[in-house]
């Protein structure tokens, strides 16, 4: 084998070892419990009335962490602002979500703490997952869990590919996760905190990031400037 065959080999070999631990980082996905049930998934939607949802953030991965305040200027059925200001009154980053077009100018935390659009939606209540060829349903208790992709008469858990595993708690869109491979990559959960407030936790599981909002206020306003959806 000549020096450069060579040297492709070991690349070829280290690329693989570095797959094969980044897979190994994302748990498994666990097999759906529950009863199978045909029930039609609950409608999801953003309100139609101009709404800013106040809140407080923590960020962090393996090298970083930062936490602040910020705000959500939503308004159905499908725009949405995200403002994140750093702690300590330092500078902070903005994001733009119109239907499936997510745009983060400015700082680069931003673009490194959001998840991807499908779970940016599911953070603010709305279903958004790619359009699915099989789906299977199953319910436990009061929660309703289905696994979308192309499952080929298993769920997720057994599934070749990408798959979306959803949850609901009666009718509110609870958990998110992505899996590939039959691995949880990613995921997103939305929960009641103290005194009701909205809490919501991503999690990236091979990328070890994680970012924790709690939402202190919801205020419903009379209608927000068209420049606050463009890129400055």
């Known amino acids: 084998?000549?020096?450069?065959?060579s040297t492709r080999h070991l690349s070829a070999k280290f690329a693989v070892a570095a797959l094969a631990a980044l897979a190994a980082c994302a748990p498994a996905a666990r097999p759906l419990v529950g009863a199978p049930t045909r029930a039609v998934l609950p409608p999801t939607s953003i309100p139609a009335a101009p709404t800013i949802l106040r809140f407080t953030w923590s960020y962090r991965d393996d090298t970083f962490e930062a936490n602040g305040d910020g705000a959500v200027r939503r308004?159905?059925?499908d725009r949405a602002r995200l403002d994140f200001f750093l702690s300590n009154g330092m500078a902070g980053g903005y994001a733009i979500l119109v239907a499936d077009s997510l745009t983060v100018p400015g700082i680069d935390l931003v673009k490194r703490m959001l998840p991807p659009v499908p779970l940016l939606w599911a953070a603010l209540g709305r279903l958004a997952v790619p359009a699915s060829v099989d789906t299977v349903a199953r319910m436990d208790g009061d929660t309703l869990?289905?696994?979308?992709?192309?499952?080929?008469?298993?769920?997720?858990?057994?599934?070749?590919?990408?798959a979306?595993?959803?949850?609901?708690?009666?009718?509110?869109?609870?958990?998110?996760?992505?899996?590939?491979?039959?691995?949880v990559i990613e995921w997103l959960t939305r929960a009641p905190g103290?005194?009701?407030?909205?809490?919501?936790?991503?999690?990236?599981?091979?990328?070890?990031?994680?970012?924790?909002?709690?939402?202190s206020d919801t205020t419903i306003v009379e209608g927000f400037d068209d420049a606050i959806w463009r890129r400055r």
């Open 1 to 5: 084998m000549t020096r450069g065959a």
């Open 75 to 77: 308004q159905g059925p």
């Open 145 to 162: 869990r289905a696994d979308l992709g192309q499952l080929r008469g298993r769920d997720a858990s057994g599934s070749d590919g990408r």
């Open 164 to 183: 979306w595993r959803v949850a609901f708690a009666g009718t509110g869109l609870s958990r998110v996760e992505r899996i590939e491979d039959g691995k």
């Open 194 to 215: 103290e005194r009701g407030a909205l809490r919501l936790q991503y999690v990236h599981e091979r990328g070890k990031r994680r970012l924790a909002i709690a939402v």
